[in-house]
T-cell receptor, first 115, second 112 residues
Framework: SAVISQKPSRDICQRGTSLTIQCQVD?????MFWYRQQPGQSLTLIAT?????????ESGFVIDKFPISRPNLTFSTLTVSNMSPEDSSIYLC????????????FGDGTRLSIL | QKEVEQNSGPLSVPEGAIASLNCTYS??????FFWYRQYSGKSPELIMS????GDKEDGRFTAQLNKASQYVSLLIRDSQPSDSATYLC????????????FGSGTRLLVRP
């Protein structure tokens, strides 16, 4: 399966700042997603990163807070804007290769702490 | 009712035993079912995918799907301490072949 590189792997940020997380795949993929996993919780889908167009956000997530880019079929970024301690979480990129009912594969995640 | 439900555990089994993990889902039209393993501090890793009713075996792992009863299970035979992890059940969202809803996960502890 595709090799997914996510960076940074972790960061500690100040309240009110923004951080951009990158997800790079070594081959073209059909779909790219961004998830949040809060401490002790399961995964919550933030949005689907659409190549060349605006991302599709899930209920409770908005573009102003989590702007997403996907300029091509191998790369996407997620920005966490105007961060607060509640944004402390693990952020995960996932990809789908091929068509149809294919599984998602995850990057190693970004562990984000907000002071 | 949660869309994908799992017992949070922990499920504790002795080494060598069979661990049985269960998951129920609410959407009758779901078509894709996945089990992921997540070690503490790591990202989820795909273990099994299943799409049709019945059993699917891969090494020590067997996934079982019963669409009529809306449940999917994962059996781990000859459990090893290295199997100790959180197991996440995921089901495709209504109207999407790709988007998944994850259960809260079951923590498995295999005692040496």
């Amino acid at each position: 399966s595709a090799v997914i590189s996510q960076k940074p792997s972790r960061d500690i940020c100040q309240r009110g700042t923004s951080l951009t997380i990158q997800c790079q795949v070594d081959s073209q993929v059909t779909m790219m997603f961004w998830y949040r996993q809060q401490p002790g919780q399961s995964l919550t889908l933030i949005a689907t990163a659409n190549q060349g167009s605006e991302a599709t956000y899930e209920s409770g997530f908005v573009i102003d807070k989590f702007p997403i880019s996907r300029p091509n079929l191998t790369f996407s970024t997620l920005t966490v804007s105007n961060m607060s301690p509640e944004d402390s979480s693990i952020y995960l990129c996932s990809v789908v290769e091929g068509m149809g009912h294919q599984p998602q594969h995850f990057g190693d995640g970004t562990r984000l702490s907000i002071l | 009712q949660k869309e994908v439900e799992q017992n949070s555990g922990p499920l504790s089994v002795p080494e060598g035993a069979i661990a049985s993990l269960n998951c129920t889902y609410s959407d009758r039209v779901s078509q894709s079912f996945f089990w992921y393993r997540q070690y503490s501090g790591k990202s989820p890793e795909l273990i099994m995918s299943i799409y049709s009713n019945g059993d699917k075996e891969d090494g020590r792992f067997t996934a079982q799907l019963n669409k009529a009863s809306q449940y999917v299970s994962l059996l781990i035979r000859d459990s090893q301490p290295s199997d100790s992890a959180t197991y996440l059940c995921a089901v495709n969202m209504r109207g999407s072949s790709y988007k998944l809803i994850f259960g809260s996960g079951t923590r498995l502890l295999v005692r040496p």
